[in-house]
Structures are given as C-alpha cells and as structure tokens.
C-alpha cells in the first residue's frame, strides 16, 4: 500500500469517527434531528465523507495515473473532505446555519470555503472519472464498468449539490433566507444516492466475481446492478421533485 493512501485510508477512519461520535452525542443528549443547526449535519458529512474518501482511496488504485498524479488528487480530495466536514461541525456546534448563512462576515467566509472546497472535490473527481474511463485490459469487465459509473455517479452528485447550493444562495441573495433552509436542499435524496454509487457499485462487481461465475455472467449481472440503481436514482429524483 502507497503511503498517500495509508495517509487518507486513516484521515477517511477519523472522518467516520467524528461521524459516530456526533451520532452518539444526539442519541445521548436527545439533541433534535432536524433542522439547519442540528448537530444531524456534523454526523451525516463526517460518515459521508469518511466513507467516500476510504472508497475514492481504492477506487483509485485500479484507475491508472502516475505516482505524482496520485499524490496529488487523493492529497487534494482528502483535504477538502476534512475542510467540508470540519467547518459544518464547527457551525453545527456554534448553532448557526452552514449553508447559505450569509448572517456575519464570518458566517459569509464560511460558505464560501465550503463552496471552494465542494469545487476542489468536483475536480479531483472529474479527473479521475477521465482516467478510469480510459480502457484499462488487465481489469476484468464488470470491475471497470462498475469503477467508471461509480465515478459517473459521484461527479453528477457534485453537480447536483451545486444545484442545490445555487437555489439556496439565490434565495439568501434575494432576501428569503428561511426559505433557503426550507427548500434549499431539495434534491437532498437523489444527492444521497448518487454520492454512494461509488460504494455499491464496485461492491456489487466484487460479489458477482467472488461466485467465480464466467466473465458474461459477471458482466451481465453488473448491468443489472446499475439499471436497477438507475431505478432507485430515478425515484430518489421523483421523490425530489416539489
């Protein structure tokens, strides 16, 4: 295993365990779960981005790049998940909005770093998506498949969160603040589901190879995977919709 993933397998795990901890802190103190300042927000980003970053670590090493080039994108992409994740438990414990709370200066700084560093991850995930869809012979099929619209799935979940941080802004910018953190995660379901594809889906290829099944077979499963996650990214889209 190459250092740099070592370095953010283990920031991945302290990601997930601050996402734990916010967990056990609302099930002990009976904190509510609702709402733009509940410690809720903390939990989900630290366990979302904890695992994101673990599966990117090993999705990328099937993907070819150079060593540089490895450093560099897992390097950028951890440190914007601990950037996301440490400002909105920061806010979440301040009791204020993270998103879209344009209240004070430091409020208005906030958003904007977490906005420069959902950019960040737009780009080392854009990147990678670029490498992984580049053919890659000595993967099996249904592993390659799997990887590239894992990655597809997670750079569409990026541009859905920016639809969402767009709505959100442009309510504030507008003057209807409360209707930002009332509607401005609308498409919060379909972001969910895309943003784990790159979890399910590799898993899924591994699954079918571990039956030691043949290589159609595999890859014939493997698309039956990803027509019925398509289904559910519809519905979570469905469920979205006002």
Known sequence: MKAIE???YAVGGMLLASGLMHVAILLISG???EGPVSLRKA????LSFGLTLI???FIASFVTLTARSRNLLLGVFAAACVLETALVSMQAWRGVPSHFNMETPFDTAVATT????GFMLVIVIVVLTVAALRDRADLPPGLRLSIQAGLIALAVAQIVGGLMIATGVRLVVTGDPQAAYATG???KPVHGVLMHGILVLPLLAWLTSARRW??????RAVHAG???YGLIVAGALFLSLP
């Open 6 to 8: 070592r370095a953010t």
């Open 31 to 33: 904190g509510s779960w």
């Open 43 to 46: 939990a989900t980003f630290g």
């Open 55 to 57: 599966n990117v670590t």
């Open 114 to 117: 977490l906005a420069i560093g």
């Open 185 to 187: 995660g609308w498409l």
């Open 214 to 219: 043949s290589e159609a077979t595999q890859v």
């Open 226 to 228: 990803l027509a019925v």
